[in-house]
């Protein structure tokens, strides 16, 4: 059975006013293939080929490596996205490892079902994972190493993801050729001193 509460350090779940992020279960695995057995949310998702998901078994797979992400580094995570009123999962936040970064970079990232776009929770759950990943991550322990910077790319075309990291307030540093992924992205990046000072933007609502 996959288990999160186990393996991240992370205080869980985390609450907002209209979302709970928690771990995903097997439970959750028609509606994770739901969301990523559409080729219009993976197409904006890492690398092609773009192979949509096909059955439950591949949707729990895709749940244990999601819930095994802090055995690679601990400040790394993904998170359902739960809405209060409904208990529908709306998608996943994540903080993930930047692929082939050594040493290790870390990126933020977020996707929906399309029936939940719209309504502002991947702006909603992003701000609360990287405020309870900065504030917990503090390098106080070694279960609690810190959280420097923290960047955010994607497809130059992805305006509405483009439009979540602006609403977040994390810095834009353009269309550039990507460290991590083939080609150009949409790079946004931020740190601890931005995160928390008081330079950032707050998001528009
Ligand atoms: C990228 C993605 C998460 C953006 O979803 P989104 O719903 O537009 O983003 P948010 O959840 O922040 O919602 C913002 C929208 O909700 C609206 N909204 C409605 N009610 C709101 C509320 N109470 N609070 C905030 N925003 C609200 C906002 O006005 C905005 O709409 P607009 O873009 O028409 O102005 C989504 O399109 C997606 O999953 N795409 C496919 C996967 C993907 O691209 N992932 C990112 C890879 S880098």
Redesign the pocket.
């Known amino acids: 059975m996959s288990d999160l509460s186990t393996r991240t350090t992370l205080p869980l779940p985390i609450e907002t006013e ?1 979302l709970v992020l928690r771990p995903y279960a097997y439970d959750d695995a028609a509606r994770v293939l739901d969301i990523h057995g559409r080729l ?6 890492g690398d092609p080929p773009f192979t949509p998901m096909a059955s439950l078994e591949e949707a729990r797979t895709w749940i244990d490596e999601l819930n095994a992400l802090p055995e690679t580094d601990l400040r790394c995570v993904g998170l359902a996205v739960e809405v209060r009123d409904t208990g529908a999962v ?2 996943t936040v994540m903080i993930t490892p930047c692929p082939n970064s050594d040493p290790l970079d870390l990126q933020v ?6 029936d ?11 701000k609360a994972l990287l405020d309870a990943a900065y504030a917990h991550f503090d390098g106080s322990t070694p279960a609690r190493p810190l959280l420097g910077e923290v960047w ?4 130059p075309d ?1 305006h ?2 483009a ?2 990291a602006t ?1 977040l307030g994390l810095e834009d540093l353009g269309i550039r050729d990507d460290p991590w992924y083939d080609g150009d992205s949409h790079l946004f990046r931020t740190t601890r001193d931005h995160w928390t000072g008081a330079g950032r933007k707050r ?3």
């Not at 990232?109 to 399309?114: A, F, I, K, S, V």
């Not at 939940?116 to 992003?126: H, K, M, S």
């Open positions: 209209r219009d949310v993976i197409r904006w998702l709306a998608g990232g977020w996707h929906l079902h399309p939940a776009t719209g309504r502002g929770y991947a702006t909603e759950g992003a955010c790319g994607m497809y992805n509405g993801s439009a979540v609403r998001p528009v609502r």
